[in-house]
């Protein structure tokens, strides 16, 4: 018989996790699948378990959580030979590659069905060095919020949580000189920020990475030259509608490999978490997790049979 293992974070979504964690056992079972259950209680216990799940052989690990426990878990998975299929079930204040996958934060009873659906979607996953993530890298000041909301204020106002203290930050704004390798094509700039994207989906925006898409083996990668306040305004003021990858101020560029040197450190935002400090390496690993997705997501141009 198949075997899924559930690692779930019982404190993301008002302990969501916990609460749900009978029915999402039943729902595994209903999928054909011999399912148990591991609680995270500390950092990086996510991926110390998604890396003994995946050295036993399991068919399927679900991540339940936030961005954070599923940055974890691909943390576990992506290095192993033997890469069990992921399934996520977003119960965090971020849950953008969640979203990007299809599956609803607000129904948990359709993120359930798409569960129990088992229709799965290769994707892509990025490097950095010697970490991965599956959604979004970056480094530079507006990057660093990640760390600086405290978890009271993220429980209360959730996603505008960061956004309330973007305000705080953009008057500290400082830009640093980089020197970049983008698959060939090398460049220096002054520059406030740097985003490397694998999703559209970033920071609850859709638009922000337009043309990103986790199947093709590329990025997108975007960076904010030197601005002033009125001039981030505008560049804020484009994303909306994916506007400001046309602004004079923002860098987009297409590749698969990135060689980052900034002239000072800088903390490198992986999934919403602290990945390290550059210089930075970053490299796409095509089709690299089989993934559970909403299968309206599916890529007609790849083999997504249901398994």
């Known amino acids: 018989m198949k075997r899924a293992r559930l690692i779930y974070n019982p404190s993301s979504g008002k302990e969501a996790g916990r609460k749900r964690l009978a029915d999402i056992l039943i729902a595994l079972e209903e999928a054909g699948y011999e399912a148990s259950a591991f609680a995270t209680q500390k950092k990086d216990d996510a991926t110390k378990e998604a890396e003994r799940a995946s050295d036993a052989g399991f068919d399927l690990i679900v991540a339940a959580g936030g961005d954070g426990t599923v940055y974890e878990v691909i943390n576990g998975m992506a290095k192993k030979d033997n890469r069990p299929k992921l ?17 609803s934060k607000e129904n948990f009873q359709e993120s359930l069905d798409v569960l129990k659906a088992d229709i799965t979607q290769k994707v892509d996953v990025g490097k950095m060095n010697q970490r991965y993530f599956i959604n979004i890298a970056g480094g530079g000041s507006l990057t660093e919020l990640t760390y600086e909301v405290p978890s009271k204020l993220k429980t209360v106002f959730g996603q505008l949580a960061y956004y309330i203290k973007g305000i705080e930050k953009v008057a500290q704004f400082k ?3 980089i020197r970049a390798n983008i698959d060939g094509k090398f460049i220096e700039e002054e520059i406030m920020l740097f985003l490397v994207s694998n999703t559209n989906v970033v920071g609850g925006f859709d638009k922000l990475a337009p043309f990103a898409d986790y199947t093709d083996g590329m990025f997108d990668v975007l960076m904010l030259r030197k601005c002033n306040v009125a001039e981030l305004g505008r560049v804020m003021s484009r994303l909306i509608n994916g506007e400001h990858i046309h602004d004079p101020k923002v860098l987009h560029y297409r590749a698969k490999k990135i060689d980052i040197i900034p002239s000072k450190n800088i903390q490198i935002n992986l999934d919403g978490e602290l990945g390290g400090i550059a210089p930075c390496y970053f490299e796409v690993l095509p089709q690299h997790l089989e993934v559970i997705v909403n299968n309206k997501y599916v890529s007609p141009q790849l083999d997504n049979e249901k398994k």
């Open 175 to 177: 830009p640093y000189q």
């Open 87 to 103: 399934g996520i079930l977003p119960f965090g204040t971020s849950n953008d590659f969640a979203r990007a996958l299809g599956i």
